[in-house]
C-alpha cells in the first residue's frame, strides 16, 4: 500500500552536493521513521542515515556524518537527503525506507522501500 519514490540522483563532481527527495503516499506519513540505505555495485546494502516520525531525532552513519543531512517535511510527505561534500565512496543507489515498529539501522527492520537514484561522484 505504502509507495516511496526517490528523485534527485544524477553526476556530480567530488566536493559538490546533491539533495535526494522520498515522496511517500499510501500512508500516514508522520508515523513513518525514515531511513536513507544505499548499495554499490557488489556491496550489500548499508544504511545512510534515519530520522523520527517528528523529525526531532536522527542518525547517521559515521562515514556521512558532518556531510550529510536527513530531513523530513511531514506536511508534503517527503523525507530529503542533503549530501554535502560529496566523495566518489559516495556512489552508490541510494534508497528511500519506511518503518513503523522501531528506529533501526538495519535494512531488514524497514518494511517499505522505493526504487532507488542513482548518485554518482567524479574524482
Known amino acids: 500500500q505504502v509507495q516511496l519514490v526517490e528523485s534527485g540522483g544524477g553526476l556530480v563532481q567530488a566536493g559538490g552536493s546533491l539533495r535526494l527527495s522520498c515522496a511517500a503516499s499510501?500512508?500516514?506519513?508522520?508515523?513513518?521513521?525514515m531511513g536513507w540505505f544505499r548499495q554499490a555495485p557488489g556491496k550489500e546494502r548499508e544504511f545512510v542515515a534515519r530520522?523520527?516520525?517528528?523529525?526531532?531525532?536522527?542518525n547517521y552513519a559515521d562515514s556521512v556524518k558532518g556531510r550529510f543531512t536527513i530531513s523530513r517535511d511531514n506536511a508534503k510527505n517527503t523525507v530529503y537527503l542533503q549530501m554535502n561534500s560529496v566523495k566518489p565512496e559516495d556512489t552508490a543507489d541510494y534508497y528511500c525506507?519506511?518503518?513503523?515498529?522501531?528506529?533501526?539501522?538495519?535494512?531488514?527492520?524497514?518494511?517499505?522501500w522505493g526504487q532507488g537514484t542513482r548518485v554518482t561522484v567524479s574524482s
Open positions: 525506507a519506511a518503518d513503523r515498529n522501531g528506529f533501526s539501522t538495519k535494512p531488514s527492520a524497514y518494511e517499505y
Open positions: 499510501g500512508g500516514t506519513f508522520s508515523t513513518f521513521r
Open positions: 530520522i523520527s516520525g517528528s523529525g526531532g531525532v536522527t
